[in-house]
């Protein structure tokens, strides 16, 4: 190929570029829009409060606990919780792996199961784990107690939330009766 070839492949692409930045610069400057001083609506968001310690951050929001908890199904919350099973035991006397063992987890306190051993943050926690504790938890477990080790991501949609939990109820020696 000589230098007369590979200068019109070189002025091809160059045109083309020119021809597509034109065009750009050109469709600007016929279809200009202007952006209105005022939106057309506003969206409010109720921002949720934050309560903070040196061990812990909690996102406190208001949750209508007995509606999500309508929406779970047991069945359901079988088949989401395989997920957790890799990490997680649900039978009685089951052992820990490499998460506790979750067998009568719902009312219990956090940080309770003897022969695991927790995260500082979980250690320190000082509550139990209700129906709302572990909605916010399995949500995002990472952002609602900062200095968790547990890695799993969440479950977003609270269908799957509240079929997980009242699974988790279900496996219990005493499960708590639903809100």
Not at 28 to 33: K, R, T
Not at 106 to 124: P, Q
Request: proline share 4%; aromatic share 8%.
């Amino acid at each position: 190929m000589d230098s007369f070839e590979i200068n019109k492949i070189v002025a091809a692409v160059l045109m083309v570029a020119l021809l597509v930045i034109g065009i750009g610069k050109l469709s600007s400057v016929v279809f200009h829009v202007e952006k209105p001083k005022t939106p057309g609506y506003t969206v409010e968001v109720e921002q949720p409060t934050t309560v903070s310690s040196s061990t812990e951050t909690t996102v406190e929001e208001k949750i209508d606990i007995a509606a999500l908890m309508s929406m779970g199904d047991v069945t359901v919350g079988e088949k989401i919780f395989k997920k957790c099973a890799a990490c997680h035991s649900i039978v009685k006397g089951g052992k820990n792996k490499i998460g506790p063992a979750l067998y009568n987890v719902v009312d219990r306190k956090v940080g309770e199961v003897a022969d695991y051993k927790y995260s500082k943050a979980l250690a320190a926690y000082n509550k139990n784990w209700t129906f709302e504790e572990l909605n916010g938890f399995l949500q995002k477990p990472a952002k609602y107690i900062k200095g968790t080790k547990m890695a799993y991501a969440g479950l977003r949609k609270e269908k799957d939330r509240a079929s997980v939990i009242k699974y988790l109820n279900q496996n219990s020696d005493n499960p708590v009766p639903l809100p």
